[in-house]
């Protein structure tokens, strides 16, 4: 599954792309629960935006793996340039549920990738610092 998507992404194939996911496709990205959609209609929406909006979108699929139940995970790059000229960059991992050779589920860690931003120490500092009496 993860190489159908990955064809269907670079080839800007909507069709391809949704004919992947089952029509009551159910999508989590657990980092941000308000991002939560049910159906394939909502997939087709959403990409359609990506693909108008990052004209040269390009997907890499660095590593896929399949479980014993099916689950399909894979690690994904996703790059290229908004209408704008601003720089798009995303970069995480998918797992997903297959059934009937469709995606059912799809837990999304996509993120996009920081330009510029603190180092890891700053990082720790910053989610990490003890609370402060007052």
Not at 7 to 24: I, R, T
Not at 31 to 56: C, I
Request: net charge negative; proline share 5%; aromatic share 10%.
């Amino acid at each position: 599954m993860m190489d159908r998507l990955h064809s269907a992404m670079n080839a800007h194939d909507l069709d391809a792309f949704v004919a992947c996911f089952a029509p009551e496709y159910q999508s989590d990205q657990p980092a941000h629960p308000n991002r939560t959609f049910r159906g394939n209609d909502k997939v087709r929406e959403n990409w359609t935006s990506v693909f108008a909006g990052v004209p040269d979108f390009r997907a890499e699929l660095l590593v896929s793996a399949t479980t014993d139940d099916g689950t399909e995970i894979g690690e994904w790059r996703w790059r290229g340039t908004y209408a704008d000229g601003s720089p798009f960059g995303m970069q995480g991992v998918i797992v997903t549920g297959i059934e009937h050779n469709r995606i059912v589920w799809g837990r999304l860690y996509m993120e996009e990738i920081e330009r510029g931003g603190g180092d890891i120490d700053e990082m720790v500092q910053e989610t990490y610092r003890p609370p402060t009496s007052e």
